[in-house]
C-alpha cells in the first residue's frame, strides 16, 4: 500500500528563522516527489516536484531535497515570513496516482 | 490566466439531504479531478476525468456520491443523502494532458461542507 508519513504534525518558529520539514513515502511504482503549501481555506498550490533523478529543486526561499534510494524528501524554508504560515503536503506520485501526506501545519510567530 | 474555479464556498446541510457542488476547471485543461479532505488531512482523491470519461473512481462511495463532466469542461459533484461523516473541503483541481506539464495539478478554493 502505497504510504506518505510527515514530520513533525506542527511547528512553531519565529519570524526570520529557517525550518525543515520531512517526508518519508512509500509509492510504487514513483513518478515523482511533490510539495504544496496550503493556506487555510485555500486549496493547496505546488511548490517544487522531483523526479526519481533530481536530488534538490528550489523555488525561492524554498528548497525541497529528494533521496530516491532512501525515499526521504525535506523541504528546507529560508528566512521564514508570516506569510509561511500554512500547511505543507508532501506528495508521493506513482504513473497515474497521488498519495498524500497529512501535511505539516507551519505557524511563524512575530 | 483564470484558476479554477468552485461552488459554492460554504454549504450547511443537515443529515440525509442532498448538494451539489460545481467546478470550471482552467481553459483548455483535459483532465479534472475531486478530491475529498477531511480536517487535519490531507486530499483524498474521489474521481478523476480525462475529458468527459472517468478514468479512477475507485475511491468514490458510489452508493451517494455521483461525478459527471459534460462536455469536458465543467463538473459537477453530487452527494445524496448526505452523512455527518460527509463534512470535508471539496477540492477540485485541473490538469493539463500529456507531456511534464500534466504533473502539475491545479486546485480550486474548495467547497467546505458542513453536515449536521
Known amino acids: 500500500k502505497n504510504q506518505v508519513e510527515q514530520s513533525p504534525q506542527s511547528l512553531i518558529i519565529l519570524e526570520g528563522k529557517n525550518c525543515t520539514l520531512q517526508?518519508?513515502?512509500?509509492?510504487?511504482?514513483?513518478?515523482?516527489l511533490r510539495w504544496y503549501k496550503q493556506d487555510t481555506g485555500r486549496g493547496p498550490v505546488s511548490l517544487t516536484i522531483m523526479t526519481f533523478s533530481e536530488n534538490t529543486k528550489s523555488n525561492g526561499r524554498y528548497t525541497a531535497t529528494l533521496d530516491a534510494d532512501t525515499k526521504q524528501s525535506s523541504l528546507h524554508i529560508t528566512a521564514s515570513q508570516l506569510s509561511d504560515s500554512a500547511s505543507y503536503i508532501c506528495v508521493g506520485s506513482g504513473y497515474s496516482t497521488l498519495t498524500f501526506g497529512k501535511g505539516t501545519m507551519l505557524l511563524v510567530s512575530p | 490566466e483564470a484558476g479554477v474555479a468552485q461552488s459554492p464556498r460554504y454549504k450547511i446541510i443537515e443529515k440525509r439531504q442532498s448538494v451539489a457542488f460545481w467546478c470550471n476547471p482552467i481553459?483548455?485543461?483535459?483532465?479534472l479531478y475531486w478530491y475529498q479532505q477531511i480536517l487535519g488531512q490531507g486530499p483524498k482523491l474521489l474521481i478523476q476525468f480525462q475529458n468527459n470519461g472517468v478514468v479512477d473512481d475507485s475511491q468514490l462511495p458510489k452508493d451517494r456520491f455521483s461525478a459527471e463532466r459534460l462536455k469536458g469542461v465543467d463538473s459537477t459533484l453530487k452527494i445524496q443523502p448526505a452523512k455527518l461523516e460527509d463534512s470535508a473541503v471539496y477540492l477540485c483541481?485541473?490538469?493539463?494532458?500529456?507531456?511534464?506539464?500534466?504533473?502539475?495539478?491545479?486546485f480550486g478554493p474548495g467547497t467546505r461542507l458542513t453536515v449536521t
Open positions: 481553459s483548455g485543461h483535459a483532465t
Open positions: 517526508c518519508n513515502y512509500t509509492v510504487s511504482p514513483f513518478s515523482n
Open positions: 483541481a485541473s490538469s493539463p494532458f500529456g507531456g511534464k506539464s500534466s504533473y502539475e495539478q491545479y
